[in-house]
């Protein structure tokens, strides 16, 4: 029995955009890296995060990724954040209005004192900087006022700026 390429998954289908992403297996196996991975509000659950750190874990998920509205758990959250201890490529990751909590926030926090490559995570609804966190983007506020934050942000946020020199105000 043989299989012939390209073997496809039907991956992101959002409320405002209806058209389709197909990823072969050569891109979810990492043998082809893509320059976006975008699984956003496809409802896909915990497997969303499992191709995802799959393809993070293998440097193959491209400079940004966007797994929000999924219905991840903290178990996904945990997984992904583990993967970015690896990663040298990645520098964008979106898991907003997903089910994710403070665990996922501590595992990403852990992370990102190993990772350099991410620049910015969305973790509830709000993107945040990381080099502004951590004080390598020199800001001395952080503009957080209205920003739609849950006990993911809060951790992360919390962890990173003990380390940062330069912030001087909230």
Do not use: H, Y
């Amino acid at each position: 029995l043989a299989f012939e390429e390209p073997w496809t998954i039907n991956a992101c289908r959002t409320s405002t955009n209806r058209e389709s992403t197909a990823l072969s297996i050569d891109q979810i196996s990492g043998r082809q890296a893509v320059a976006k991975l975008e699984l956003g509000g496809a409802d896909l659950g915990d497997a969303a995060g499992v191709v995802t750190a799959q393809m993070i874990t293998l440097d193959a998920a491209g400079r940004g990724s966007g797994v929000g509205g999924n219905g991840l758990s903290d178990e996904s959250g945990v997984a992904l954040a583990d993967t970015l201890k690896t990663n040298t490529t990645l520098t964008q990751l979106d898991l907003g209005s997903n089910s994710i909590g403070a665990r996922t926030g501590l595992a990403f926090a852990e992370a990102l004192k190993i990772n350099s490559c991410l620049t910015s995570i969305t973790l509830d609804r709000t993107a945040l900087s990381i080099d502004q966190l951590r004080g390598t983007q020199a800001v001395a506020k952080l503009e957080l006022a209205g920003a739609d934050l849950g006990d993911a942000s809060g951790v992360v946020i919390a962890q990173l700026i003990t380390l940062n020199t330069a912030l001087t105000r909230l």
